[in-house]
């Protein structure tokens, strides 16, 4: 992740240590915005606002970025506890779908966000124009300590328990997985501190590669029911559940699936064409 210096132009200046006057001492220290010393041994005020981030995600990375996100481990861990908590193959499709919009219609409003507000930082820059410091910083704080935290670690584990059953060891030792879980963690970070691009390529890659492990599962069971093997949808219905709190923790169960369609909106900043 770079930056560089927004509508500067220093060619024509002159180099460091020769004395200017006037008007061409002002623009120079308005352009470069640097710390340095003037003529008379004064400091000279730094510029921030001539900086910016670096433009270097386009479309198909944004869409990967978007895609990839969603499609992570929640969809592999989630339908189990839908269905548990549905009790019924009907109402637990009827769950995915009711999640399904809700993240349509959230995802639908951000696209309006950060076409308005196109500042990186997502609910941060949003909270910020909308309510002030306080509000915004509050939910930073509880996301930086709590939710992302949380969130990453789940993924992470769950990748590290995918990772370990590649190498069967005797005993089943718990620490490979958290191992791998670590190992994972820390190379994202890295990759992402390192370089927006190139995570954005890895991150099309492995969208790929998700994507097309779920159209396997997809035309697998396509291809059972094409076989006659309905009986589970035959029952339709029968067994659903009736509890409130129950159905409200199954919509939390697929919402985690849909979890990750309001990420891009953290580095609109970085988008080439963020309105595309």
Do not use: H
């Not at 548990?84 to 696209?111: D, F, K, N, P």
């Amino acid at each position: 992740m770079g930056f560089k210096k927004k509508n500067v132009e220093l060619q024509s200046m002159p180099p460091e240590g020769t004395v200017v006057d006037g008007d061409a001492k002002d623009t120079r220290k308005e352009a470069t915005g640097e710390n340095e010393k003037d003529v008379d041994g004064s400091d000279v005020e730094v510029n921030l606002e001539n900086m910016e981030l670096k433009r270097e995600l386009g479309l198909v990375g944004g869409i990967s970025f978007i895609v990839g996100c969603i499609v992570g481990s929640g969809i592999f861990v989630s339908p189990a506890g839908v269905l548990g908590s549905t009790g019924s193959v009907g109402l637990s499709l009827v769950v995915w779908v009711g999640a399904g919009l809700i993240a349509l219609l959230g995802s639908l409003c951000y696209c309006e966000l950060g076409t308005l507000i196109p500042k990186s930082g997502g609910e941060y820059s949003y909270l910020r124009k909308a309510f002030g410091n306080v509000p915004a910083f509050l939910f930073t704080w509880v996301s930086v300590v709590l939710v992302r935290p949380s969130s990453l670690a789940v993924m992470s584990l769950t990748f590290g328990t995918y990772f370990a059953t590649l190498f069967p060891v005797c005993g089943s030792p718990k620490f490979l997985p958290e191992l791998a879980a670590i190992v994972c963690l820390l190379t994202i970070m890295l990759l992402n501190c390192y370089s927006t691009k190139l995570s954005a390529q890895l991150q099309i890659i492995t969208t790929v590669a998700k994507v097309a492990a779920l159209l396997v599962i997809v035309v697998g069971g396509l291809i059972k029911l094409a076989e006659g093997n309905t009986k589970e949808l035959n029952t339709g219905f029968t067994g659903s559940t009736t509890d409130p709190s129950t159905i409200a923790l199954a919509f939390y169960d697929a919402l985690w699936a849909y979890d990750g369609w309001n990420n891009l909106n953290y580095v609109t900043e970085e988008l080439k064409n963020p309105s595309k």
